[in-house]
């Protein structure tokens, strides 16, 4: 299955989320005070953005882009700028409603997400990721607490009075097909000899040889899944007896996935040649193409419906919060 946008209710409620809404910004007026100009991006009922934050997230946001090889004119990096501006007003006006409800994220809960974003990469991509967000662990959990506290809000503010209809889920599911087809699959084990990028005419020969005994073995009846464990190169399937699980055409290298799909459930390759090596490979099962039931997707359009609902909703909240809000702001525009 495809996977749908917002199939699953976003962990954190992102500043992104709220960029781009519509959201008018009222620019303060040509007397504001001079030190809350330099100092402030703006203030949100006389709490203080400040324009150091601005900046931050500006420059963290173009640089996103100039990663991305896309080169802004200068109106779009004023809309750009205009939009974090707008993002922050919004998440700062979400974070004093949440205050003013006695809402706030649990340190379970700020925990719990903080080792799961942890355990998602590295600790050198981690650091690296809070060098590039100018932020230290501290201060990225103070943020991530944030958001939750922003989520919870939302959940009761929100996300407990929106409802999916049954109907609703049904109707998602026959008009958009699309995110439910599945494509043919094959489940195959192999056996692996590798040879080096820079391995010697001597080295291919003597892999090629091995793999051409280990094929001799098979063929006089050794269980290839005993003969993966004790023969095959590949660190991550070897245990296993070399299997790879189910995949579909264009998940392997060209070579194997096409020897492989032409194989049916029994039968074991003659010797594949990849960039990886020599290949034995024997497909134990296939699936056809097909539609996944619906009563196996119906929880996950539930919710994928919920948060489009939500996300819809949101910017008429953040207005109502605005409309009562007193909110300067001293970034030129």
Do not use: W
């Amino acid at each position: 299955m495809k996977k749908l946008g917002l199939i699953i209710f976003p962990t954190l409620v992102s500043l992104a989320l709220l960029v781009g809404c519509g959201f008018s910004v009222s620019y303060a007026a040509d007397g504001a005070s001079a030190s809350n100009s330099q100092q402030y991006a703006a203030t949100v009922n006389g709490k203080p953005i400040p324009m150091s934050t601005y900046r931050a997230e500006v420059n963290r946001v173009l640089g996103q882009f100039s990663v991305a090889g896309r080169k802004l004119d200068e109106k779009q990096t004023s809309t750009v700028k205009k939009n974090i501006l707008e993002s922050l007003i919004s998440r700062e006006l979400l974070k004093q409603q949440a205050e003013k409800e006695g809402i706030k994220a649990d340190e379970t809960t700020v925990n719990a997400e903080m080792a799961a974003i942890k355990k998602s990469t590295t600790p050198e991509h981690f650091a690296a990721s809070l060098k590039r967000m100018n932020m230290t662990e501290a201060s990225f959990r103070h943020y991530l607490a944030t958001e939750l506290t922003i989520r919870k809000l939302i959940d009761h503010d929100l996300a407990a009075k929106t409802t999916v209809t049954p109907q609703e889920v049904k109707a998602f599911y026959d008009e958009n097909p699309q995110f439910f087809k599945t494509p043919e699959m094959v489940r195959a084990s192999h056996i692996l000899i590798k040879v080096a990028k820079n391995a010697t005419p001597k080295q291919k020969a003597a892999a090629l040889a091995k793999i051409k005994a280990i094929q001799k073995r098979i063929k006089n009846g050794e269980d290839f899944a005993k003969a993966a464990k004790e023969y095959s190169q590949d660190p991550a399937t070897r245990a296993n007896g070399g299997d790879l699980n189910f995949f579909a055409k264009g998940q392997m290298v060209p070579s194997f996935d096409k020897a492989a799909f032409a194989l049916k459930p029994g039968q074991v390759s003659g010797i594949v040649t990849t960039r990886y090596g020599y290949h034995l490979i024997k497909v134990t099962a296939r699936k056809p193409a097909g539609i996944i039931p619906f009563d196996k997707v119906k929880d996950q359009i539930e919710q994928h419906l919920r948060a489009q609902k939500i996300q819809e909703a949101l910017p008429a909240y953040v207005e109502a919060l605005k409309s009562k809000a007193k909110i300067e702001t001293f970034v030129k525009s």
